[in-house]
């Protein structure tokens, strides 16, 4: 059974950092690439980044860049988001994700298949 459990969540001031992680059982990511998205209340959920497992390609939506890194170690078949300066608006829950889309396609929630439960990252100012 594939399951996906992220970590790392909690309550940070506005212009602190933390690190969300994502494991996975019943499946390694290799082949995969690994998504980052995130639902604040009252809003669709969105995407924030991915990593392409095979050679670490990464993209991100425009209002992280600069801020957020997602990374893996191949090592522990983990997926991480580093978030710095964090922002009140950062505020939601977040779930990685995985898909086999091509790169055009990894904003689209609709393409990923496996889901973890999701973390709370609330960002106070």
């Known amino acids: 059974q594939v399951q996906l459990v992220e970590s790392g969540g909690g309550l940070v001031h506005a212009g602190g950092s933390q690190r969300l992680s994502c494991v996975a059982s019943g499946l390694t990511f290799s082949g995969y690439t690994v998504g980052w998205f995130r639902q604040a209340p009252g809003k669709e959920r969105e995407f924030v980044a991915a990593?392409?497992?095979?050679?670490?390609?990464?993209d991100y939506t425009d209002s992280v860049k600069g801020r957020f890194t997602i990374s893996r170690d191949i090592t522990k078949n983990t997926v991480y988001l580093q978030m710095n300066s964090l922002k009140p608006e950062d505020t939601a829950i977040y779930y990685c994700?995985?898909?086999?889309?091509?790169?055009?396609?990894?904003?689209?929630?609709?393409?990923?298949?496996?889901w973890g439960q999701g973390t709370q990252v609330t960002v106070d100012s």
């Open positions: 994700a995985i898909t086999r889309a091509v790169r055009s396609s990894w904003f689209d929630q609709s393409m990923y298949y496996y």
């Open positions: 990593l392409r497992w095979s050679g670490g390609g990464t």
